[in-house]
């Protein structure tokens, strides 16, 4: 008699490791921006907005990325301290949702990502109020080279800029297949870690 095949083997709960295995994909294939993703957010009033962010860091903590602290994607985070993410890569085709409560960054995280930005992005920072009017077209030049002179050599992290880390509670992964029958397959964190279900495409 023959063995009975062995038994596959469980899907993989926790989504880390393959969300970490598309970006790095992503950026092996050289697409531009691979850890470019859409920020969902909502006003207290429950209007919602969305706009691209970079992706600084990824680990078992959460994903960060960093803003503006005044600007109105920092406001809805204060007032409603939960967001979605959302990756798209193509090729090779494959979406990422990532959706859960967002924490600001201590401030040593945050001086230790400023510090490492070249030096006309950390003038920038000063620079920019992010979403605000601008006066007039000048207006951003003159104010890059005010803090310019400001800050000839070491640039403090302004108190305005500093980053968010959003903790999943759940991710979806969604991966083309011929003939519109994509893979899809959400991962949610229950009371005794991650649970994952296929999903019709
Ligand atoms: C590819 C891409 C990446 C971006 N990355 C960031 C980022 O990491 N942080 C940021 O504050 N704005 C980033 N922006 C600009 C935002 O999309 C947005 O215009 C700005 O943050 C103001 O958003 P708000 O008015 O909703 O706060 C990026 C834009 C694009 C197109």
Redesign the pocket.
């Known amino acids: 008699m023959s063995e009975p095949a062995p038994a596959p083997p469980p899907a993989p709960r926790d989504p880390l490791p393959r969300l970490l295995a598309w970006l790095e994909d992503a950026r092996a294939r050289g697409l531009p921006?691979p850890s470019?993703m859409a920020l969902a957010t909502a006003s207290a009033e429950g209007s919602p907005?969305v706009?691209?962010?970079?992706l600084k860091h990824a680990d078992a903590a959460g994903l960060v990325?960093?803003?503006?602290l005044e600007?109105?994607?920092a406001a809805d985070l204060r007032a409603r301290p939960e967001a979605e993410l959302c990756f798209y890569w193509n090729p090779p085709g494959r979406q990422a949702r990532i959706h859960g409560s967002v924490t600001p960054v201590t401030d040593a995280e945050a001086d230790a990502y400023f510090a490492s930005r070249p030096y006309l992005s950390r003038v920038g920072a000063w620079a920019s109020a992010?979403?605000r009017p601008l006066p007039h077209p000048l207006a951003l030049p003159g104010r890059v080279a005010e803090f310019t002179l400001r800050f000839t050599t070491s640039v403090p992290r302004p108190p305005h800029w500093g980053g968010f880390r959003l903790v999943p509670d759940s991710v979806e992964f969604w991966e083309e297949k011929p003939y519109r029958l994509h893979e899809r397959v959400i991962h949610r964190r229950g009371p005794d870690g991650w649970n994952t279900t296929p999903l019709y495409p």
């Open positions: 921006e470019a907005s706009r691209m962010v970079l990325f960093y803003t503006n600007s109105p994607k992010q979403s």
